[in-house]
């Protein structure tokens, strides 16, 4: 018996069916039809994150006896117990509808949408997000594809931006987010952003300056920073 939301059911199920080795063409346009709708782009990008997690556990688990001794029980515990937190946050992790509202953007159009602060999204094409305004509470999650930040407010009322296993924080400044199967792409183009990386045993926090450009790899703590032409 199925117990899974019927979002996080269908994904896996599409995952298991990328995977296989006769995918067609049609299977993935299929797919992409699939994953228009806000709610089931955010049950695949929960998915993709438990299951690089799951694979970080199989390559720990791989290590020699030697290694895996010096390593320690204690690791290996603490990682288990990261590794069954991340697969019932999977599954408890809200579904589209924590009290935010769901906003898609067309195949080939840049959706513009207002804020209530006065703060501006640009909703790339093919691209979704959840916005959640309450109190001091400015939070948007990008489901899929990519975005244009301009930031208005203080510092009482931060604005994050969560994109998979990454969580963008601005004050005053424009940024750009982008999402895909693997990876998150955030960079400044006026100002700075704090971004930071839970992944894993040691959650991080990374700075990056107008012009930088932060390439992250969805479920790992692997990311560069590059420089990028200041965008018009």
């Excluded at 895996?68 to 579904?95: C, E, H, N, S, Y």
């Excluded at 959706?111 to 509470?137: N, T």
């Excluded at 208005?152 to 009322?157: E, L, Q, T, V």
């Excluded at 839970?198 to 991080?204: D, E, M, T, V």
Aim: aromatic residues 6%; proline residues 6%; charged residues 20%.
């Amino acid at each position: 018996m199925n117990t899974l939301p019927p979002p996080t059911a269908e994904a896996a199920r599409w995952d298991a069916r990328l995977r296989a080795p006769d995918c067609s063409k049609a299977d993935r346009l299929a797919f992409e039809e699939w994953r228009v709708h806000p709610a089931n782009a955010a049950a695949w990008v929960r998915l993709q994150a438990a299951v690089a997690l799951l694979r970080e556990h199989r390559a720990v688990s791989a290590l020699s006896p030697r290694l895996q001794r010096r390593t320690g029980w204690a690791w290996r515990a603490v990682a288990m117990a990261a590794l069954m937190l991340a697969v019932i946050g999977f599954a408890l992790w809200p579904k589209g509808s924590g009290g935010g509202q769901l906003y898609a953007s067309p195949a080939t159009v840049v959706r513009p949408l207002q804020l209530a602060d006065g703060s501006l999204i640009e909703l790339g094409p093919a691209s979704a997000v959840e916005i959640h305004f309450a109190g001091a509470e400015r939070r948007v999650t990008l489901l899929r594809g990519n975005a244009r930040f301009v930031i208005i407010g203080g510092a009482k009322r931060p604005f994050v931006v969560q994109a998979a296993d990454r969580r963008v924080t601005a004050l005053h400044t424009t940024f750009h987010v982008a999402l895909d199967d693997r990876h998150v792409r955030v960079s400044p183009q006026r100002g700075t952003v704090r971004v930071h990386c839970w992944h894993g045993l040691f959650p991080s926090n990374m700075t990056l300056h107008t012009g930088q450009q932060l390439d992250a790899e969805i479920g790992s703590d692997q990311a560069k920073v590059t420089y990028v032409p200041e965008r018009v």
